[in-house]
């Protein structure tokens, strides 16, 4: 596997240090060291090794890349109006595809980004790519842990089975009667957890095993608190069995684009089941802190006709005061992908795979 994602990873580095960091004058004016950083770190997510590749420079030339792409034919013009900058940054992948100018000997060298993620995919790994103008570039590849043990937590939706990484879990919260009661903001289900508002991706809902929950309907189940790259966010499941020690399985390469799923294992009585990648699961349902930070803000622009209010007494006079909350809102778009994902894990053979 070393050999297989050293020429990826070295390829990455050169890239960032060739394309990405600025030269000196020009971070000067921008207001940053003159020296700029390169960061790889690794580290076990779930089921997977993430690694991260992230610079302190330029960021991609979006404007570029969208002229690029259409000079190549690679989309129309109507298709191109209607992505967001993750879809047209992930042009860089295409074979062939670049904006620089010319080869140089620190970089280019006649590989593309399409060689990397080939060799990632190879292994059964993927790579994304997310871009900010003027504050760098950060790479992301997953790869999975072959035959690798953990300890994982089994829950349920519906009639399904799932597996949870255990180092993932923080908490369990039962909700329902005798327990904790969900609060809504919105068409949004949240958690009231110690004074902070959780947000909840209904995993039933989210991988189209049962409806959409309706606002303000009563909900009876666990809710699992997970920590994952977005932060902290519940996973609401209709049951929870035990921790078991699993053998990680990497999914069958046709299934390798369902963020939801770091593996497949089976268990001690032969049921085959999945293994939920938190990360993927809270990119699924919209959760990031960038968007529950706009979120907030729209909330409470469009909020105008009521509001919450604290009412105290101070010198013996009646002071209302607003009570500012936590909000959330998931993506419809994300969870019908969520949902086409495990009709499709749901149709191919895991245990085969």
């Known amino acids: 596997m ?5 020429d990826p990873l070295t390829h990455m580095v050169r890239n960032c240090a060739d394309h990405g960091l600025e ?5 000067r004016r921008a207001g940053k060291p003159e020296a700029g950083r390169i960061l790889l770190s690794a580290r076990q997510e779930g089921g997977r090794i993430l690694i991260q590749i992230a610079d302190d420079g330029r960021g991609l030339d979006l404007d570029r890349v969208r002229r690029r ?3 190549r034919g690679l989309v129309t013009e109507a298709a191109l109006a209607g992505m967001d900058d993750a879809d047209v940054a992930r042009f860089v992948f295409r074979p062939g595809f670049s904006t620089a100018e010319a080869v140089t000997a620190v970089s ?14 190879r292994i059964g790994g993927s790579v994304d790519l997310r871009s900010s103008a ?19 937590l089994i829950v349920q939706a519906e009639a399904e089975r799932f597996a949870v990484p255990q180092a993932a879990v923080v908490e369990l919260v039962r909700v329902g009667p005798g327990g904790a009661t969900l609060e809504w903001v919105n068409v949004a289900p949240v958690l009231r957890l110690r004074g902070q508002l959780l947000p909840l991706v209904p995993l039933g809902a989210l991988l189209g095993l049962a409806p959409a929950l309706e606002a303000g309907a009563a909900v009876e189940g666990f809710v699992a608190v997970l920590q994952a790259d977005a932060g902290r966010f519940g996973l609401l499941v ?6 078991e020690e699993i053998v990680v399985k990497p999914v069958a390469p046709i299934l390798r684009d369902l963020a939801a799923f770091s593996g497949n294992t089976i268990l001690g009585d032969g049921g085959v089941i999945m293994i939920l990648d938190p ?29 919450q209010l604290l009412l105290f007494r101070a010198g013996g006079q009646p002071t209302p ?33």
């Not at 570039?137 to 072959?146: A, K």
């Not at 500012?324 to 894990?345: D, H, K, L, T």
């Open 108 to 121: 280019g060298r006649g590989v593309g980004m399409d060689v990397v993620r080939t060799n990632i995919e």
């Open 2 to 6: 070393l050999e297989l994602i050293r």
């Open 238 to 243: 209709d049951g929870v069995f035990d921790t």
């Open 279 to 307: 990360g993927g699961v809270a990119r699924l349902a919209g959760l990031s802190l960038g968007r529950a930070g706009e979120a907030e803000a729209e909330g409470a622009a469009e909020s105008t006709d009521t509001a």
């Open 23 to 27: 030269g000196p004058e020009e971070r």
């Open 134 to 152: 003027g504050r760098g570039t950060t790479l992301t590849i997953r790869i999975p842990l072959t035959l690798a043990i953990i300890s994982g």
């Open 69 to 71: 792409a259409l000079e």
């Open 321 to 353: 005061s607003p009570c500012r909350s936590a909000w959330w809102r998931g993506s419809r778009r994300c969870r019908r992908r969520a949902s086409s994902s495990w009709a499709r894990a749901r149709r191919c053979s895991i245990a085969g795979g």
